[in-house]
Nanobody, 115 residues
C-alpha cells in the first residue's frame, strides 16, 4: 500500500525556518519524482519544489527560489523541504507528492507564518 506522510509543519515567525519531511513507502522510491506543493486558503494548489528520481534535477517556484531547498534520501525513502526566511505569504497547507506514473498525495501539513 502506497503511503506518503508529511510532518514538520507548525507556527513560525516571519524570517524563521522550518524543515518539512515526507516519509514514503509502498513503492520503489527511487523510481518516483517527488515534489512539494502548497495550498493557501482560497487559492489553488501550486507547485513549490520538485526533485528528480536521482536528485540531480531540482525545480522551484519563483516565489521560493533562494529560500527553500528540496532534497531526498533514497536509502531512507524520505524527501525534505528546508524553508528559510519564511514570509506570511508562505502560509499554507504543504503537500508531498509521489509521481511514478501514478500520483499519490500525502494528507498535508499546516505551515503558518505569523508574528
Amino acid at each position: 500500500q502506497v503511503q506518503v506522510v508529511e510532518s514538520g509543519g507548525g507556527l513560525v515567525q516571519p524570517g524563521g525556518s522550518l524543515r518539512l519531511s515526507c516519509a514514503a513507502s509502498g513503492f520503489t522510491f527511487n523510481a518516483a519524482t517527488m515534489s512539494w506543493h502548497r495550498q493557501a486558503p482560497g487559492k489553488e494548489r501550486e507547485l513549490v519544489a520538485r526533485i528528480s528520481r536521482g536528485g540531480g534535477t531540482l525545480n522551484y517556484a519563483d516565489s521560493v527560489k533562494g529560500r527553500f531547498a528540496i532534497s531526498r534520501d533514497n536509502v531512507k525513502n524520505m524527501v525534505y523541504l528546508q524553508m528559510n526566511n519564511l514570509r506570511p505569504e508562505d502560509t499554507a497547507v504543504y503537500y508531498c507528492k509521489a509521481d511514478f506514473g501514478y500520483a499519490y498525495w500525502g494528507q498535508g501539513t499546516q505551515v503558518t507564518v505569523s508574528s
